[in-house]
């Protein structure tokens, strides 16, 4: 693993949210590469940690950002019976979600190998 690369979890204990791929200090939702955002969802986190400001959305292939995101659904999918999207807007306590969001993007990281 680059030491130097900063994955999802990096990411969502930095910050975390809901309802929008990443948001600024002000709440208003951002590009999830942006150098404004402070907070992320996870799949915005993922989108930050690997795929380059210049790449867009649909160029997305089989790459990193792909093998975490698939392991990631399969994890919560396992648990919870629902989608990512789900598992963080609304299975996740508001409150309380963004500790239990670092742990599954922890685990993510370990199943492909980035731990």
């Not at 955002?37 to 997305?60: E, M, N, R």
Request: with cysteine; aromatic share 10%; proline share 6%.
């Amino acid at each position: 693993m680059d030491t130097q690369m900063k994955l999802p979890s990096d990411y969502l204990k930095q910050g975390w949210c809901q309802n929008a791929e990443s948001c600024n200090a002000a709440g208003d939702e951002v590009d999830p590469r942006s150098p404004d955002a402070v907070s992320w969802c996870h799949s915005g986190a993922a989108f930050a940690a690997f795929v380059p400001p210049y790449v867009p959305y649909h160029s997305l292939s089989d790459n990193l950002y792909q093998k975490y995101y698939i392991a990631l659904s399969s994890l919560l999918r396992n648990r919870t019976g629902v989608s990512v999207t789900v598992v963080n807007d609304r299975v996740y306590d508001p409150y309380t979600g963004q500790s239990q969001a670092v742990a599954d993007a922890m685990e993510t990281e370990r199943l492909v190998g980035l731990r």
